[in-house]
């Protein structure tokens, strides 16, 4: 039987690509699309197979219902609404009831493509890869991770790229900082997430080398219009609980804001960095082999803070 997605169009909001993109989207499964709560309800209640659930509005009831008749459906919420507004309108419970944020931007192009990235990801257990959020053929540049000596040659690496490319001194500025946190996850953080414990005892201006099996990967690229940069390690550490742990712990302080400037925090506050200073989140996990975090930049718009811009945030998860 064949997988379907059920596309939850709900008026009020700002509403879904257009049917054609999200038959493309949703290729290799059945789609059904509903327009009102009542009719969400009655295919929830009445879909075999379902695969995923995607909604335009962080319709509580609608998400509730999804989680009683299809536990292994994955629901992804599209929305232009901040990360504080959905989960304020979720009783907080957006850790739970949502497993995918997409910002609903404007061109819609986006919107469109990262949704279809995101529902055939998992229909083809394909997870890993910043290729797959650039348009295809765009190079992309792959440099190994060894120790903390790499941190700031391959910073100023990607720094330089993204002023090579015309990107301006913020894009680049906000590249170099990301690059930053992203390695510092992977040289120190994500050994000790992993059980390896002698790397945590030294401070971060300690020069660690690591091991040949500990080495990373930094991946980086540029398509004219998404500005995309991954970390993979080889531990698959990271989990979805934690992630979400890690977010809403620092969402709550009063004084987030000014959390960007300090270098305390570990991995928690290096992930809510890179989202901050980022359009999207990205990270795909392969338990005890693999995590790799990827940041996404929309290079036409400018990244605000999180009182004024929807954020996209993904956890993909690979046996």
């Known amino acids: 039987m064949s997988q379907s997605v059920l596309f939850i169009d709900l008026p009020g909001e700002r509403p879904l690509p257009e049917a054609t993109a999200l038959r493309v989207a949703a290729e290799g499964a059945e789609m059904i699309g509903v327009i009102d709560p009542h009719a969400a309800l009655t295919a929830i209640q009445n879909a075999k197979n379902l695969r995923f659930v995607v909604l335009n509005s962080p319709a509580l009831d609608l998400l509730d219902a999804v989680r009683k008749a299809h536990p292994q459906a994955l629901t992804i919420l599209v929305t232009d609404a901040t990360m504080d507004r959905y989960s304020q309108l979720l009783d907080g ?17 986006w919107t469109i493509h990262e ?9 083809r257990q394909d997870i890993f890869g910043v290729a797959k959020y650039l348009t295809s053929g765009t190079p992309v540049t792959e440099l190994l991770v060894k120790g903390s000596a790499d941190r700031d040659a391959w910073n100023n690496r990607v720094m330089n790229f993204a002023e090579e490319n015309r990107l301006g001194h913020y894009t680049a500025k906000l590249a170099f900082g990301i690059t930053e946190e992203l390695l510092m996850n992977a040289i120190y953080d994500a050994p000790l997430a992993a059980g390896i414990t002698h790397y945590g005892e030294l401070p971060r201006t300690a020069t660690i080398e690591l091991k040949p099996e500990e080495y990373s990967r930094l991946s980086f690229g540029c398509d004219g219009r ?21 977010l809403k712990k620092v969402l709550r302080r009063g004084d987030s804001a000014n959390l960007i400037d300090t270098k305390k925090g570990g991995a928690g506050l290096g992930l809510f ?9 990205v990270c795909n996990v392969r338990p005890g082999k693999c995590t790799e975090v990827i940041s996404l930049i929309d290079i036409e718009h400018q990244v605000r ?13 690979a046996s």
């Not at 803070?305 to 998860?317: G, Q």
């Open 273 to 281: 960095k890179i989202l901050y200073s980022s359009h999207a989140l």
């Open 305 to 317: 803070d999180f009182s004024r811009m929807a954020r996209s945030i993904h956890f993909f998860h």
């Open 115 to 123: 949704l279809r990235v995101t529902i055939q990801k998992v229909l």
């Open 226 to 246: 998404t500005f995309a940069i991954g970390v993979a390690d080889p531990f698959g550490a990271l989990k979805r609980e934690k992630l979400y742990q890690y």
């Open 93 to 109: 419970r957006e850790d739970t009831l949502v497993d995918h944020v997409i910002a609903s931007r404007t061109p819609i192009e």
